[in-house]
């Protein structure tokens, strides 16, 4: 006999059920590192930039355990943080909507829970992929019902490293320039967040009201009736080409360089919690097998983003093409490919982004002096990768590492919690799947090295403690009241 459907508790109760189940484990556990002041102002323990999905997640983890004292800040305004609501273009969600995400092993706190208490199970049943939006919703949900500490249109302009293991964050608001101190900095800044968007050497020298990034604020609604290209063959390529045929583009032609769209996303068909737990205790060699086959044989783009293209007349999908040439004739471009030329009138590359933290004003007094895998492991013959190759060499808590010893020990309390931590730690800090385990071990990790910082006052406090349990009247000493006796 099946079960009749729930009907929705709402959000109050839902609320109310996660502040008990927040109670009964005592989170956040009480505020155990010392205060410090710099400058006369309070020095912060953390602080974590973006607060996506990620900087959220990690900003959660690290509240659990006592650490309180911390920021985070981002440069969107309030509810526009990450993708999901600027260039991100999809539909829906790739991930399946039973995937935990950043509920940290909270089942109130998951997206299921907030959808069900809103629309209830039946809904839920007949829910297929999560709406890109309802997902921003929920993360905004997410942010007040743990009561984060977050400061928006906030951007960071320079990190400097300071004596006392402090770091100086410049940081700009709607006030000015203003300096902010820390102890340990999370960067979590996303897909680009060591870099920037990428796009092919040809592209120099076009006038950018030709062409855009797939990252870019494109203005859709200006490309009604024009020519439209796209390059690339993946998730993002697709969303944007179908946004714009969406918009009313006269034509859509999208170059992929592969003679053949990849079919199977590795990855999906391994997951599991090994790997998730499993991949950062791999040794060095193992690490880059696994990720070179998985990144030459390339994800695909979701089915529904792909037929959101194909359903359309007007879309010309070219295989095969990569590109040759692109100029500036007549008032639009001119694009050479291996199979023809193509007049448009604008491009969208949707070629991903670079590993290059020298273009990040913030970390570029720091850039030179990162370690990448490039700078300690050379893969055997038939496995090189640049993109592996540039990626950053982290350690057990996503903290940079010196390229030579000594040189910068700041880098220690830098911590890469975003989408380039994937050769060290694996997939979790970029998708949804796993940000809780990545939160966890973040979060773990600097509570550490707080403590091993911290060793002499918290030695300190362990010998001044003097708080007795026991007040001398529990018990009577038998052998004493014997010697009394014989005294006598």
């Known amino acids: 006999m099946t079960a009749a459907p729930q009907e929705p508790m709402g959000l109050a109760r839902l609320e109310q059920r996660l502040r008990q189940d927040l109670a009964w484990l005592e989170w956040p556990a009480k505020d155990w590192v010392p205060l410090r002041e710099q400058d006369g102002q309070r020095v912060r323990v953390v602080v974590v930039i973006g607060a996506g999905m990620c900087g959220l997640a990690a ?11 911390l920021t985070v800040l981002d440069r969107a305004p309030a509810g526009q943080e990450g993708p999901w609501i600027t260039y991100a273009r999809m539909e829906t969600l790739r991930s399946p909507k039973q995937l935990v995400g950043p509920a940290l092993g909270l089942p109130a706190l998951t997206f299921r829970a907030w959808y069900e208490a ?15 939006p309802m997902w921003m919703e929920y993360l905004v949900w997410y942010r007040r019902v743990l009561d984060l500490p977050v400061e928006n249109e906030v951007t960071l302009e320079a990190v400097t490293a300071l004596p006392d293991d402090l770091l100086a964050l410049k940081v700009r608001d709607a006030g000015g320039v203003r300096t902010v101190f820390a102890r340990h900095l999370v960067l979590a800044t996303g897909r680009d967040g060591l870099g920037g968007p990428w796009v092919p050497p040809l592209v120099a020298g076009i006038d950018r009201r030709f062409w855009a ?6 203005d859709f609604d200006a490309l009604k009736g024009k020519r439209v290209g796209v390059v690339g063959a993946g998730a993002s390529a697709m969303d944007n080409a179908a946004t714009a045929l969406e918009h009313g583009i006269a034509s859509l032609d999208l170059f992929i360089r592969r003679k053949d769209l990849p079919r199977i996303n590795k990855f999906t068909g391994i997951g599991s919690q090994g790997v998730i737990h499993g991949f950062a205790g791999l040794p060095d060699d193992w690490k880059w097998r696994f990720l070179d086959a998985a990144l030459k044989a390339q994800t695909p783009p979701p089915r529904d983003s792909t037929m959101r293209v194909s359903r359309h007349p007007n879309a010309r999908f070219h295989l095969g093409s990569p590109l040759l040439s692109l100029k500036e004739r007549d008032g639009h471009l001119e694009l050479t490919t291996a199979k023809g030329v193509y007049d448009l009138d604008f491009m969208i590359f949707a070629t991903g982004f670079s590993v290059d933290p020298g273009l990040r004003p913030e970390l570029s007094a720091f850039a030179p002096l990162i370690r990448f895998w490039k700078d300690r492991y050379t893969p055997p013959a038939g496995l090189d990768n640049a993109e592996l190759a540039q990626a950053p060499d982290l350690g057990p808590a996503f903290e940079f590492q010196e390229k030579v010893a000594g040189t910068c020990p700041a880098l220690a309390r830098i911590h890469c919690f975003n989408y380039p931590a994937l050769l060290s730690h694996g997939k979790l800090s970029g998708d949804i799947p796993a940000v809780s385990e990545g939160a966890r071990r973040l979060a773990r990790g600097i509570t550490r090295a707080l403590f091993v910082a911290d060793r002499e006052t918290h030695y300190r406090a362990l010998l001044a403690y003097d708080t007795p ?6 018990w009577r000493d038998a052998d004493a009241e014997l010697e009394v006796g014989h005294a006598e």
Do not use: C, M, Y
């Open 59 to 69: 900003a959660a983890a690290l509240k659990g355990l006592g650490v309180v004292n």
């Open 118 to 132: 809103q629309f209830g199970t039946a809904a839920w049943e007949a829910l297929g992929k999560i709406p890109r």
């Open 213 to 218: 990034h797939s990252a870019d604020d494109i």
């Open 469 to 474: 349990e026991l007040l001398g009247d529990e």
